[in-house]
């Protein structure tokens, strides 16, 4: 199996395309499954179309379904912070892959996104691995 690590600076953004990155790590390695997996508590991977307005829908989606001025049983960190402990029960932290010939299957407008709604945590790894076969 090759691993391996991106660290991203989510800063204000909310959805982070990462597809470019994983087709790069994708190109040497040939035909099998690639898992992108986010090793945090409070942030997920999506696949979504992107640049039509889907990361401010999800987004806005994700901030009714967990509002971040609920009273949360997790109530450490910033106001909402429990919703974000919530958030990957919903996107999930990996999502797997086909990989056929070094390129990534996906569909004409699927993007693979990092979600992440806390604010108080902007530094992330994505951990990239992928199975040969």
Do not use: K
Not at 3 to 23: A, E, F, P
Not at 39 to 54: D, F, K, Q, R, W
Not at 105 to 121: H, S
């Amino acid at each position: 199996m090759q691993s391996l690590d991106l660290h991203i600076d989510t800063g204000q953004r909310r959805t982070v395309d990462l597809t470019d990155q994983v087709r790069g790590f994708c190109r040497e390695q040939g035909d099998g499954l690639l898992s992108v997996f986010v090793p945090h508590a409070t942030a997920g991977v999506a696949l979504i179309e992107t640049g039509s307005g889907s990361e401010q829908d999800l987004e806005d989606i994700l901030n009714e379904l967990l509002p971040r001025d609920r009273i949360y049983a997790h109530r450490h960190g910033s106001t909402g912070h429990g919703a974000d402990h919530v958030l990957p029960a919903l996107v999930s932290p990996s999502v797997t892959i086909p990989v056929d010939g070094g390129a990534p299957v996906l569909g004409q407008w699927q993007r693979i996104v990092l979600v992440d709604l806390n604010a108080d945590n902007p530094r992330r790894r994505v951990r990239l691995s992928f199975l040969s076969g």
